[in-house]
């Protein structure tokens, strides 16, 4: 079983920057992938950012403003998040794709943390 462990969320101004953190323990053979997923309250879950087989995808939304980074060697991933706005509001979850423990495809989430952005 893969655990994942966020970190860095909490209120901002906006116009303020925030940097989240998540690291993955457990069995992993081989990481496929990472990325950033956020959720308001009513809406589904909507990607913000993932690197997956080294490509890096960003919603429109956050492109120039949000970025991810990924090291695999410390099974860890970042979000470096800067000139918040109110709409950036919402919980953030981690995500890994990994190849674990029965040399299986596994796909695993962190716990959320909550960004909230004033204006």
């Known amino acids: 079983q893969v655990q994942l462990v966020e970190s860095g969320g909490g209120l901002v101004q906006a116009g303020g920057s925030l940097r989240l953190s998540c690291e993955a323990s457990?069995?992993?053979?081989?990481?496929?992938?990472v990325g950033w997923y956020r959720q308001v309250p009513g809406k589904q879950r909507e990607l913000v950012a993932r690197?997956?087989?080294?490509?890096?995808n960003y919603e429109d939304s956050v492109k120039g403003r949000f970025t991810i980074s990924g090291d695999n060697a410390k099974r860890t991933v970042h979000l470096q998040m800067n000139s918040l706005g109110p709409e950036d509001t919402a919980v953030y979850y981690c995500w890994f794709e990994v190849r674990g423990k029965f040399n299986a495809q596994e796909k695993y989430w962190g716990q959320g943390t909550q960004v909230t952005v004033s204006s």
């Open positions: 457990g069995i992993i053979f081989r990481i496929n992938g």
């Open positions: 690197i997956y087989n080294s490509i890096t």
